[in-house]
């Protein structure tokens, strides 16, 4: 970016009198260091100043014929264009009340008549280098502005890539297939935006909550790839045994997620609500869940979503040890869990928007014919 204070073309000064003789004396003072242009009323004046390129600088006299000094700075002011250039009144009228006049109107100095060609040169020259001052500051923070909008673009995609690149990871090594993931992302969603309706959440579900929750819900079994092929790719039913062993992929999820947190030195980041939901998302409102047997509200928020959404997924899903459910009888088995499995207030919300959760099952059906919302 040039340094606006650094001068390497001449700046322009616009000089509005009725005057001729006026004119030529003003152009022939300041023609040496600026470039001018000159107006002999204030319409013309208004027409140049809204001209390209802009002036740097106006000298503007008050007492003309039509259109006063004092309407035409007005005017410049309210003018988009013209608003930040600033204008020298030159005046005979030296009374404390013309003074206190023009600078309501927006003037920022006075030169009285007759002029003196020392305080002319200086008052210019010090009311240009106020406005690139201002100029280089207005350039410096619009560029400042850029840059933070272009880091944290840069941010936002190191977050999406390395959310994308940890859930294709959970992908690759369960029997459930990516549009599993997709829909439990789909209906976190849809979810939270039903809830968002209700006061006491409306807060805590802000457009950036929204949009980490909607990331970070395809980690939520993310911990399965620590689980040993023989029990997590098993096709029947699982001993006790291998059902402890199975529990231990939130932990192993929590664990993984933390560790990537850690080398992002950041313990509470853009991460947070994936490893709350990896951790937390098979607990039970009741205390009959697992890993910790954590009651009520004192399971995250996140997780309560993604256990209606991740239950509802699995209900309508073929799986070996189990046929795909009815919409319908999902939709009955979840009611019936509240309370008891599930959060209330999300069950209630689940309920309202039962058809969209269909239409997002529809939308991302298996291709070998899982997860299709069968019956009316």
Known sequence: MADALDFTEKQTVLIVDDTPDNLTLMTGLLKDAYRTKVANNGERALRVAASLPYPDLILLDIMMPGMDGYEVCRRLKAARETADIPVIFLTAKTEVEDEQRGFDTGCVDYITKPV??????????????????RDFLKDQNAFLEAEVARRTREVQSVQDITIMAMGSLAETRDNETGNHIRRTQHYVKALAAKLRENPAYAAELDDHTMELLFKSAPLHDIGKVGIPDRILLKPGKLTPEE??????????????????????????????????????????????????????????????????????????????YKPAFPHEQAVEIIREGRGKHFDPDVVDAFVEIAAEFRKIASAYIDHEGDAQPQGE
């Open 116 to 133: 003196s060609p020392p305080i002319v040169l200086a008052r210019v020259k010090t009311h240009l280098l106020l406005k690139s001052a």
């Open 243 to 320: 059902f402890e062993i199975m529990k231990t992929h939130t932990t192993l999820g929590r664990d993984a997620i933390a560790a990537a947190e850690k080398q992002l030195d950041a313990p509470s980041s853009f991460l947070r609500f994936a490893r709350e939901i990896a951790y937390s998302h098979q607990e039970k409102w009741d205390g009959s869940g697992y890993p910790e047997g954590l009651v009520g509200p004192l399971i995250p928020f996140s997780a309560r979503l993604m256990a209606v959404a991740d239950v509802y997924d699995a209900l309508i899903s073929r799986r070996v």
